[in-house]
């Protein structure tokens, strides 16, 4: 697991829902398990700058830059701000994704899990938005693939449609996205594409968890079977657990467990056991917390 401090310092506008406390909750959390002492817990780097290639484009990182406010908050959009932490979170919450990525591939570690934020998913090559600043899953990928693998696959259970990640690789079909979520529902961007590589898996506000999980056996199971990745990346979100305040599916815990279960048996199968999860969302604190350490519970068994 990896994690920083200083993803905590990172705080936008107005009471926010992505704040700081959820990483303290999940920490808490952590703590009160015995299992977690066979956690390997290792302090987040931020990303070599040169390692955005591919991902983010130079005018990007400058744009940011220039927008980072010293004091008070610079907005991105309508609900995400930078403070003067904030970038270095973000180069933290995308260099811990990547310094999991190289562990996993270098058999350092077989599963690992980035407690990091702010999120990624929804960050476009040149567009931060919706609570994300850089693509950390796609930073991820991007790394896989230049360390030698030939084919990847993310997997993004978070409520919300990984916009960013399918706008990142839609013609890069190398690197398969599947992706469930609440529809419709935001960011309504890059949810109608086309491609044999991104799998949508839309799923009507108010469904519950036993159709979330046939409609991830039904689109994710023959896909990844088809795609043969060399590795497994998760956007793992929280937010579609039922007591979520912001989304509207109806997912238990028990839900995140079987599909925390479902990606070990696939990547087990498929990658030698390989995974590399990312926090995406995930609102109320008592089921982030919960939902984490059921996810963790499952890639340590692995
Ligand atoms: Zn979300």
């Known amino acids: 697991m990896i994690s920083h401090h200083d993803c905590e310092k990172h705080m936008m506008l107005d009471h926010h829902p992505e704040s700081p406390a959820r990483l303290q909750s999940i920490a808490n959390a952590l703590r009160a398990q015995d299992w977690a002492a066979e956690l390997q817990q290792l302090s987040a780097s931020e990303i070599d700058a040169e390692l955005f290639a591919g991902v983010h484009p130079r005018h990007y990182l400058d744009m940011l830059a220039e927008l980072d406010p010293g004091e008070g908050f ?41 407690a990091v934020r702010p999120p990624g998913h929804h960050a476009e090559s040149a567009i931060g938005m919706g609570f994300c600043i850089f693509n950390n899953v796609a ?11 030939e084919r990847v696959a993310i997997l993004d259970f978070d409520v919300h449609h990984g916009n960013g990640t399918v706008e990142i690789f839609l013609e890069r079909p190398e690197v398969m996205v599947c992706s469930s979520f609440q529809y419709p529902f935001y960011p309504g961007r890059m949810d109608q594409v086309n491609a044999a590589h991104i799998v949508l898996t839309p799923l009507a506000a108010g469904s519950s968890g036993d ?31 039922r007591q979520d305040p ?57």
């Open 74 to 114: 610079a907005r991105i959009d309508a609900d995400t701000s930078l403070n003067q932490y904030s970038l270095r979170a973000a180069r933290l919450a995308a260099g811990a994704a990547i310094q999991a990525t190289e562990a996993v591939l270098g058999g350092v570690a077989d599963t690992a899990f980035c």
């Open 211 to 241: 159709q979330f999980r046939q409609a991830v056996e039904r689109d994710w199971l023959p896909a990844l079977l088809r795609h043969q990745p060399d590795l497994i990346l998760v956007s793992a979100g929280f937010d579609a657990h």
């Open 139 to 149: 930073l991820a990928a991007e790394r896989a693939l230049s360390l030698g693998a």
């Open 246 to 302: 912001l989304g509207g599916l109806l997912l238990e815990d028990a839900d995140f467990a079987w599909v925390s279960q479902l990606i070990v048996d696939a990547a087990r199968r498929l990658c030698q056991g390989r995974i590399v999860s990312t926090l995406e969302g995930g609102y109320h604190l008592d089921a982030l917390a919960r939902c984490v350490s059921i996810h963790l519970r499952e890639l340590l068994a692995q």
